[in-house]
């Protein structure tokens, strides 16, 4: 019944692996985004695609790529971690006409690179 | 290109005070969409409201009020006799029609109830 999941909850891992987290929406929503948040509760955009295409991409190191198999689907994979790269990432999706509620937000992920 | 200041990092109040968090905005586009957002300590980003750009009406829904002034272009958020669970993290954020809809967050402002 979950609207936007994502898994896993919890990521724990070592610097230099490599890591996927996944994200589904049963919305029906045609546009996904993949938010970090840091230490510090600063949230920011990393990617957005409409229809399976990118259609932003923030300043965001290229060992983060995102994979949109379909519109219900935003994968982010991280490779070569670094410490830096912890932090707690938000998957999110909304329809392109922007329906009231606005964008639905997964539970989020949280990463801890050791 | 948008930007959003909430300029309280955090507010401490004792339960049934009123608590008022400031937001304000930039934006050059002229239809653009304001959220609030809370964060309780479990995590989770829960929506609590969504304003048009054209649409300046106040909104109160139970203990919570939001008034939306384009002259000042500010989007405050008033919660009215504060409660234990309204400890949180509340965001604002502002989405643009001509940035890809993406949603640019304000720092958020820590809310602590104290019983």
């Known amino acids: 019944d979950t609207a936007v999941s994502q898994t896993p909850k919890y990521l724990v891992t070592q610097m230099g692996n490599d890591k996927s987290i996944k994200c589904e929406q049963n919305l029906g929503h045609d546009t996904m985004y993949w938010y970090k948040q840091d230490s510090k509760k600063f949230l920011k955009i990393m990617f957005s695609?409409?229809?399976?295409?990118?259609?932003i991409n923030e300043t965001v190191p290229n060992r983060f790529s995102p994979k949109s198999p379909d519109k219900a689907h935003l994968n982010l994979h991280i490779n070569s971690l670094e410490l830096g790269d912890s932090a707690v990432y938000f998957c999110?999706?909304?329809?392109?006409?922007?329906?009231?509620?606005?964008?639905?937000f997964g539970s989020g992920t949280r990463l801890t690179v050791v | 290109a948008q930007k959003v200041t909430q300029a309280q990092t955090e507010i401490s109040v004792v339960e049934k005070e009123d608590v008022t968090l400031d937001c304000v905005y930039e934006?050059?586009?002229?239809?653009?969409?304001l959220f609030w957002y809370k964060q309780p300590p479990s995590g989770e980003l829960v929506f609590l409201i969504r304003?048009?750009?054209?649409?300046?009406q106040n909104e109160i829904s139970g203990r919570y009020s939001w008034n939306f002034q384009k002259s000042t272009s500010s989007f405050n958020f008033t919660i009215t006799a504060s409660q234990v669970v309204d400890s949180a993290v509340y965001f604002c954020a502002l989405s643009e029609e001509a940035a890809g809809n993406k949603l640019t967050f304000g720092g958020g402002t820590r809310v602590l109830v104290k019983p």
């Open positions: 304003r048009n750009s054209f649409d300046e």
């Open positions: 999110a999706s909304t329809l392109s006409s922007r329906g009231r509620r606005g964008y639905t």
């Open positions: 934006t050059r586009d002229t239809t653009y969409y």
């Open positions: 695609y409409n229809n399976k295409e990118l259609i």
